[in-house]
């Protein structure tokens, strides 16, 4: 029987935090939205909210799906840290640590390996991948139920890809400047019109950046496909709301592996092979929900 826990939802634009119901479900009678700003406002600001509702609603443990790079070693000095990350004033900063004095277990974990886990268990697939689309672009994979961890986590979105033909665009990651984050987060795309992220929902489905976007989240999908054999994608993400999305990068997906793949799932069955989340908005926090459950102590 699930328990009431707490979850955070970290992303690099905004955070959700919320109180489960009995049944360890969302209900927006106990969640809180946070505008991510500084670590010290946006962290406290969670903080506060939990400590003011943990005596209304006592909760046993806390989940966090958090933007990465992050420490998962439990090892490290820096475990349940982001590390580095390219938004600005985040890099190595104690999450896990701003909710030690709650008293309560907390299970961390990357903002696209939780979603993964969630929508395997869901599905009943024995793995899957989880790509977001947003501010940033990250990767996530669980197999058997396990999310993926080794020197880090996975990093795809920082893969070098194939530019599409007539993109001159440089890309925008601090780090690799043309990854496939670099070339195809929200400010990519922006900068590619001349405009800024915010105003990305002004320009119709039928305008050829989003051709040209779709190609490199389908290199994406191409290199996790070859790799590791994963049963689904899933992709979700701000971006990624612009349905559109889908039916560019399937086709992209189908051109690149060229039929070296010829299994019904890529060659028929692709709209299920690569989809959207099964919860929408919800995955998130969900998963950050079904994290906390793992660490309750019964």
Known sequence: MPSIVA??????TGCKVAISDDNGQFTE???????TTTPENTLGEIHDWLALKKSERPFLAIGIACF?????????????????????GWQYVNVVGAFHDLNVPIAFETDVNAPAMTEAALRGDTSAAYITVGTGVGVGLAIEGRPIHGLLHPE?????????????YPGCCPYHNSCIEGMSCAKAVADRLSILPSQLNTIPDDHPVWNIHAYYIAQLCASIIYLTSIQRIIIGGGLMKRQILFKHI?????QIL?????????????????????????IGIQSAFDLAQTVIQK
């Open 29 to 35: 009678q106990y969640s809180f939205q946070v505008v």
């Open 156 to 168: 795809g979105a920082h893969i070098k890809p194939e530019h599409i033909s007539g993109d001159d």
């Open 250 to 254: 399937r086709k992209h997906v189908q």
């Open 68 to 88: 990465g790079p992050i420490d998962l070693d439990k090892k490290s000095k820096t475990y349940g840290y982001i590390t580095t990350t390219p938004k600005p």
């Open 7 to 12: 979850a955070i939802e970290m992303g690099g």
């Open 258 to 282: 060229n039929g070296y793949m010829d299994l019904p799932a890529i060659t028929q069955n692709i709209d299920e092979y690569i989809c959207p989340s099964q919860l929408g908005d919800l």
